[in-house]
């Protein structure tokens, strides 16, 4: 490290007091040679120094540059580059944490463990090849169909969280819907820890839905307030009554919030898991009820909705792997498939090589996940989101 006059290379103007620190490669972020220069900060100056850096010959970095190269020069996998970008826009602890973990390579490491085993299971096959005569040889069938089954399940169990750990980036959409007047917005704004929405004692107040983004039990929530359910004959409320509908049907979990029982026609129109909520239980006196008033059960209501919308996170805990991205779901799909591909291939009773070709695609599919050899148009995607400067 050390202190340097920063001077335009046109003009000969000094333009900073800098600190310089240089570290070179590999031993640096991007694996190449870096050096970092740090100004006093404010908005002429650093403006100034870019300035002075592009006059000398530099440009600026496009959004994940560095991130990606080094990705290309192998000081970290695209997984962990993914991770990068996760850490910076966690907007709940959860989010963070799983961040972390994948950068800390623990979903990589469970992707090449699994690698290794299909490719153990392709030597098992292998042997069948180069000593076929020996029908049940060292290698029996029941062998490479247990080896099987340990792979199949492991690649099953990480594609099972993906519905929620794609949830821990966008946040759980969770609408709060029921009858006029039965406290949802109360509700809402008890959960978002603010007044955000607008409450009254007149039936109808909600016409709109609202949206909000909300940290329940460390898990990231996109919460919707809705118009009450009801027939109405105001055309304002009515077409909230239909936005309403929209966002059930989009829902990750619905909260009902009545005073009374849930309508069996509204049971059967809902798909995502319902949490029904008896409001206002300090006026009911309903044990099991919530109260915006009293407090009453709103602890138990927040447990209760992050079990639901992230139940198998929770049972996981922070040291099992999980994917969080469509990337990470495609590419688990098509190994699953391949994997299933090369057994009804052995079942089918067709020959071991041909059978194998479909472990080599399974394989592929998991090199694709981590990064090995990633097409351009891949990358431009994953550092699209990236902001400038990592
Ligand atoms: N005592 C008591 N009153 C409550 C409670 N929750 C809501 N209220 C009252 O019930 C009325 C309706 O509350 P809102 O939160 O506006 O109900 P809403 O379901 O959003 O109503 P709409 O938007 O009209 O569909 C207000 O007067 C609230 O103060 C509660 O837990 N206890
Ligand atoms: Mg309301």
């Known amino acids: 490290m050390s202190r340097a006059r920063l001077v335009h290379p046109g003009t000969a ?6 600190l310089a620190v240089s570290f070179p490669a590999p031993h640096s972020y991007t694996g190449e ?37 080094a990705v290309a020069n192998g000081k970290m996998d695209l997984l962990q580059a993914e991770a990068t970008a996760d850490l910076i826009d966690a907007t709940s602890p959860a989010h963070r944490r799983r961040a972390l973990h994948q950068l800390e390579r623990g979903l990589s490491a469970r992707l090449e463990a699994l690698r290794g085993a299909i490719l153990d299971l392709e030597g098992l096959i292998a042997y069948d090849i180069d000593f076929p005569e020996e029908d049940d040889g060292p290698v029996s069938g029941e062998r490479v169909r247990g080896a099987w089954d340990v792979v199949r399940n492991s690649v099953a169990n990480l594609l099972a969280t993906a519905p929620e750990g794609e949830r821990l980036r966008e946040g759980a959409l969770l609408v709060i819907a029921g009858p006029p007047n039965a406290g949802k917005s109360s509700l809402f704004n008890a959960l978002l820890g603010r007044e955000r929405a607008i409450v009254t004692e007149i039936p ?86 919530v109260s915006v008033v009293t407090g009453q059960g709103q602890a138990e209501l927040r447990r209760r909705l992050a079990e639901v919308a992230f139940g198998r996170l929770l049972a996981l805990g922070d040291v099992e792997p999980v994917v969080t991205r469509a990337r990470h779901r495609t590419a688990l799909e098509r190994a699953l498939q ?33 990064g090995a050899v990633t097409p351009d148009d891949v990358l431009d995607r994953v550092f699209r989101t990236f902001c400038v400067g990592k």
């Open 13 to 18: 103007e000094p333009v900073d007091d800098v």
């Open 33 to 69: 040679n870096v050096v970092e220069i740090s100004t006093h900060g404010g908005l002429v100056v650093p403006a100034a120094a870019v300035a002075a850096l592009v006059a000398a010959g530099a440009r600026p970095a496009e959004p994940g540059e560095f991130t990606r190269r």
């Open 204 to 289: 109808g107040t909600t016409r709109d839905a609202i949206e909000a983004h909300a940290v329940i039990e460390g898990f990231p929530f996109r919460l919707i307030d809705t118009a009450g359910l009801r027939e109405s004959s105001d055309v304002v409320e009515r077409l909230g009554i239909e936005v309403s509908r929209k966002y059930l049907e989009a829902a990750d979990l619905v909260m009902y919030c009545t005073e009374r029982d849930v309508p069996q026609e509204f049971l059967s129109t809902v798909r995502a898991p319902l949490v029904v909520v008896h409001t206002k239980a300090d006026v009911t006196k309903r044990a099991d009820g």
């Open 338 to 370: 391949e994997l299933d591909g090369f057994r009804e291939a052995r079942d089918a009773g067709v020959d071991v090589a041909a059978a194998a070709t479909h472990l080599r695609a399974a394989v592929g599919a998991l090199d694709d996940l981590i």
